[in-house]
């Protein structure tokens, strides 16, 4: 069983929906806790942790409004985070120039402090043909699979 903390960052609400679902199709197997980015501090990473980040898009490219914070605190802290892994899903709408920008900032942000990615970093097109949940969970199973053999089993 991998314990896992399912980051979100969202604007309108549809990345904590999103969290959620994959929440519903992990907690089975795995400890699974959610929390929005706001209320979440770069010193609170834990290396025995799994991180699945989801993160919206807003405005020209930027954090969606709940992972500024986040964003802000990354920047003005400089966190250690070598050891701490995590998987990114990103949300957006391809009929915008700043297509998944905001999980691409969150992407630079972990790696910047050391973090390291397991898998891709998914982006999911609102203007495409699949639904979000489609591709987060096999997404998020696969990142699952990759951590358990780099971080082990944890409690």
């Known amino acids: 069983m991998m314990n896992i903390v399912i980051l979100y960052g969202t604007e309108t609400g549809n990345a904590e929906m999103l969290a959620e679902d994959i929440q519903s199709g992990l907690q089975a197997d795995h400890q699974v806790e959610i929390l929005n980015l706001s209320d979440f501090a770069p010193g609170d ?6 991180y699945l980040i989801v993160s919206s898009t807003y405005g020209d490219g930027e954090l969606p409004a709940s992972a500024q914070p986040f964003g802000q605190a990354m920047k003005a802290q400089t966190p250690d985070l070598t050891g701490v892994v995590f998987g990114l899903f990103g949300l957006g709408d391809s009929e915008y120039d700043t297509f998944n920008l905001g999980s691409k900032v969150v992407q630079d942000l972990m790696e910047e402090a050391g973090a390291t990615m397991l898998g891709e970093r998914i982006v999911h097109d609102a203007s495409g043909s699949d639904m979000a949940e489609d591709l ?10 990759l951590a358990e053999t780099r971080i082990g089993v944890a409690a």
């Open 45 to 50: 990473f834990d290396r025995g942790r799994l």
């Open 136 to 145: 987060a969970l096999p997404w998020a199973r696969e990142v699952v699979s």
